[in-house]
């Protein structure tokens, strides 16, 4: 059943006929009944969703990450703003990790599997500025990959990209948590790289001010008025942690 996901995963991703462009996917499993995601609801806020609410039955979770080309890195990291096509990238990849979780769900069912999930962005109180569903700490918990300075999930394949999940009524073998650190700072204290290239000082190594940051999402939606919405910014995620483990 684990190959067969990440096969349907790799089919979506690989038929897909948009603009951006993508490495391979990165998927990961856990137990819906891990500790972990009890946990979640300190970690992230005590509104946080448990498996069990997105599905009742749930027995396990699925995390993948679609990881962006080193072309669409390199580009939006030398424009002086958000670059364009950072942000079409943006829109374009929540709609293909929904499109993802619709085919998995439906070849699921037609194998007597049920399965559930919650949209890849803008599932989040817009005022305490807390998510109902991580999915990057779902993605963790997956072992996919651990936090950085920047407080985005570092995976084999970097930070530059995009996380979808799902949860399912089948038991799965979970993946074991990822070992020691990705993230340079965490690891050495030698980078501060994420920092430096955020256009606010909304992140420094002392936290992240989810406010600042946030006002920033808006003014880039505001900006981009023709592509739908993108708030998005994501100048942090092309240091030397974008494409892979540095």
């Given at each position: 059943?684990?190959?067969?996901?990440?096969?349907?995963?790799?089919?979506?991703?690989?038929?897909?006929?948009?603009?951006?462009?993508?490495?391979?996917?990165?998927?990961?499993?856990?137990?819906?009944?891990?500790?972990?995601?009890?946990?979640?609801?300190?970690?992230?806020?005590?509104?946080?969703?448990?498996?069990?609410?997105?599905?009742?039955?749930?027995?396990?979770?699925?995390?993948?990450?679609?990881?962006?080309?080193?072309?669409?890195?390199?580009?939006?990291?030398?424009?002086?703003?958000?670059?364009?096509?950072?942000?079409?990238?943006?829109?374009?990849?929540?709609?293909?990790?929904?499109?993802?979780?619709?085919?998995?769900?439906?070849?699921?069912?037609?194998?007597?599997?049920?399965?559930?999930?919650?949209?890849?962005?803008?599932?989040?109180?817009?005022?305490?500025?807390?998510?109902?569903?991580?999915?990057?700490?779902?993605?963790?918990?997956?072992?996919?990959?651990?936090?950085?300075?920047?407080?985005?999930?570092?995976?084999?394949?970097?930070?530059?990209?995009?996380?979808?999940?799902?949860?399912v009524d089948v038991d799965l073998s979970p993946n074991p948590?990822?070992?020691?650190?990705?993230?340079?700072?965490?690891?050495?204290?030698?980078?501060?790289?994420?920092?430096?290239?955020?256009?606010?000082?909304?992140?420094?190594?002392?936290?992240?001010?989810?406010?600042?940051?946030?006002?920033?999402?808006?003014?880039?939606?505001?900006?981009?008025?023709?592509?739908?919405?993108?708030?998005?910014?994501?100048?942090c995620a092309t240091g030397p942690c974008a494409l892979g483990?540095?």
């Open positions: 059943m684990e190959k067969l996901i990440e096969e349907i995963i790799s089919r979506v991703v690989n038929n897909h006929r948009g603009k951006t462009g993508y490495r391979t996917p990165l998927v990961g499993f856990a137990r819906a009944g891990d500790p972990g995601f009890a946990k979640l609801k300190e970690v992230v806020g005590p509104g946080h969703l448990l498996p069990q609410d997105l599905l009742p039955g749930a027995r396990s979770v699925v995390a993948f990450f679609l990881p962006f080309t080193p072309e669409l890195v390199k580009i939006h990291r030398r424009d002086p703003y958000v670059s364009r096509r950072w942000a079409e990238a943006y829109i374009e990849t929540n709609q293909l990790i929904g499109e993802t979780c619709r085919v998995l769900a439906r070849e699921l069912e037609d194998r007597g599997v049920k399965a559930a999930w919650c949209e890849p962005t803008h599932n989040f109180d817009p005022v305490a500025l807390v998510s109902f569903w991580s999915h990057k700490h779902i993605a963790c918990l997956c072992g996919l990959g651990t936090f950085g300075l920047h407080h985005m999930l570092i995976t084999p394949s970097g930070c530059a990209g995009r996380l979808g999940s799902l949860v948590p990822a070992a020691g650190e990705n993230c340079l700072y965490r690891r050495e204290g030698s980078c501060t790289a994420c920092v430096k290239l955020c256009p606010t000082g909304a992140l420094s190594v002392e936290g992240l001010d989810k406010e600042k940051c946030y006002r920033r999402l808006l003014e880039v939606d505001a900006y981009y008025t023709d592509l739908g919405l993108c708030d998005v910014c994501g100048k483990v540095p």
